[in-house]
């Protein structure tokens, strides 16, 4: 791999994360995109998350989706969890939740992830998609109850 390759990655993360400038998606982009044209995969990741987030540009989960799938295919395991969420949400596609199962079952045969025990009920939180969301469900409706309560006291 060229030396021009990786810095246009790097200043691609650089601009994307704050990294010693100021958040600046749309270089990130420039940046991320000539990474890609170079021929660095990696970079499709953060592109994805760029069109997935709207980040500087139009939310758009079929580009996201596209960048997201050429990372996979890079074994990015990130774009995996996209793509599943992806797919699970039926965001820019057709809601599909075995497809969305296979996404997740493909993180979770990766080494590293299977072998995390002490981390792996955060990991199921971030990866069960359908366990998160009641999660969500759960913990809003909380607090919506405990804004009732200091409003309205304990009979609502």
């Known amino acids: 791999m060229g030396n021009d390759l990786l810095s246009n990655y790097e200043l691609g993360l650089k601009y994307y994360k704050g990294i010693g400038v100021k958040i600046d998606y749309q270089k990130a982009k420039e940046f991320f995109e000539k990474s890609i044209n170079d021929g660095y995969a990696s970079a499709y990741h953060y592109l994805g998350m760029i069109y997935y987030n709207g980040n500087g540009v139009q939310t758009n989960h079929v580009k996201a989706k596209e960048c997201f799938e050429k990372a996979d295919a890079d074994n990015n395991i990130f774009s995996s969890y996209y793509l599943g969420k992806?797919?699970?949400?039926?965001?820019g596609v057709?809601?599909?939740?075995?497809?969305?199962?296979?996404?997740?079952?493909?993180?979770?045969?990766?080494?590293?992830?299977?072998?995390?025990?002490?981390?792996?009920e955060n990991f199921y939180s971030v990866i069960d998609f359908e366990s998160a969301s009641k999660k969500y469900a759960s913990d809003l409706q909380k607090k919506i109850q405990n804004e009732f309560k200091s409003l309205y006291g304990n009979e609502f």
Do not use: C, R, S, V
Not at 98 to 104: L, M, Q, S, T, V
Not at 112 to 118: L, S, Y
């Open 94 to 120: 057709e809601k599909n939740y075995e497809k969305a199962n296979e996404y997740k079952n493909k993180i979770l045969g990766k080494p590293f992830f299977a072998k995390q025990n002490t981390e792996i």
């Open 86 to 91: 992806i797919y699970y949400w039926g965001d």
